[in-house]
């Protein structure tokens, strides 16, 4: 299999598994002390989803650790066809719980004016929330990729 940037059990895969796993928490975090979040099943999705993404890239780089520990190599086809798996599964759930949170704050943000009228809601922090789990997606949709090319050159 070739080397490449973000391959399992090497230290930019690494990199990549901590980034996801720290955007993510910190969307869960940001949003579960924003007040009024319960009030949109769009944004306690984000936080279903986040926390998935959490565990799957918090699993893998202790994975990666653990490899890197023991110059293991963890590029097998049967790895990468887990890894490919889990993290379009991962992927696809976050973009979607990011894309209908993201949704839900332009509505009360743009269109209804809601954060304006109601004084509960913390529209400044849902945003910074969604933010973040753009970011954590976009590191998971490079692992995905990554995954994918180092599965079909297999």
């Excluded at 944004?43 to 110059?71: E, N, P, T």
């Excluded at 704050?105 to 969604?130: A, G, P, R, Y």
Aim: aromatic share 10%; net charge positive.
């Amino acid at each position: 299999m070739k080397e490449v940037f973000g391959s399992p059990g090497k230290v930019s895969g690494l990199i990549l598994r901590m980034g996801q796993c720290l955007f993510a928490s910190a969307s869960i975090a940001v949003m579960a002390s924003a007040s009024g979040f319960s009030s949109s099943t769009a944004f306690c999705y984000l936080i279903a989803s986040m926390g998935l993404q959490v565990l799957w890239s918090f699993a893998l780089a202790c994975l990666d650790i653990h490899a890197l520990r023991l110059k293991r190599d963890l590029r097998n086809h049967v790895f990468v066809s887990l890894f490919v798996v889990g993290d379009w599964v991962t992927a696809t759930l976050s973009l979607a719980a990011a894309c209908s949170s993201a949704g839900v704050v332009v509505l009360f943000v743009k269109d209804t004016n809601i954060c304006k009228v109601e004084n509960k809601l913390s529209c400044d922090l849902f945003q910074i929330s969604v933010a973040l789990s753009f970011l954590s997606w976009f590191l998971l949709a490079i692992s995905s990729c990554v995954m994918f090319l180092l599965a079909a050159s297999d």
